[in-house]
């Protein structure tokens, strides 16, 4: 399999490290994403969902298109920029069908613990081999 980027949904924060160090590293322009974080809740970026005290939040790392599918540098050991700087440990780069590969070792890890794997739905034309898993939601 190509190498692929696995998310690990509950570890992110919405924090948008991975997306600014991409567009840092590839020099975009302010309006251009190579990823964006989604917030999953009431609508905006950061908006909690529900009513109180029934609110909820989560956050989705979203691979658009435009994604270079890089693989970063000798600084980041040739691991993409948006995975390489992610602080929480959310991000994951490797061969999923390579059982030596971080990523492949972390999917094996979520799945023991109950984690459902998913991607994106084709109609939101986001980049291929990128997958998330996702507990308790
Ligand atoms: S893989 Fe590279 S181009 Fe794609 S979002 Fe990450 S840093 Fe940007
Ligand atoms: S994937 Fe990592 S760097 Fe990106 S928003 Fe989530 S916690 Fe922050």
Not at 5 to 26: E, P
Not at 110 to 120: D, K, L, N
Request: hydrophobic share 30%.
């Amino acid at each position: 399999m190509a190498k692929s980027i696995l998310i690990d949904v509950n570890r992110c924060t919405g924090c948008w490290t991975c997306s600014m160090t991409c567009k840092t590293a590839h020099n975009l322009q302010t309006d251009e994403f190579h990823m964006f974080i989604r917030t999953i809740g009431g609508g905006g970026i950061d908006q909690a969902g529900g009513r109180w005290p029934d609110v909820y939040m989560k956050w989705n790392p979203v691979y658009t298109q435009a994604c270079l599918t890089c693989t970063g540098d000798d600084s980041t050991c040739e691991t993409p920029y948006c995975v390489y700087n992610c602080p929480s440990g959310a991000l994951y780069y490797g061969d999923l069908d390579d059982p030596q590969s971080e990523a492949a070792q972390r999917l094996e890890k979520r799945r023991a613990e109950g984690f459902r794997m998913w991607q994106q739905p084709p109609w939101e034309k986001t980049r291929d081999n990128v997958f998330y898993v996702e507990k308790g939601i």
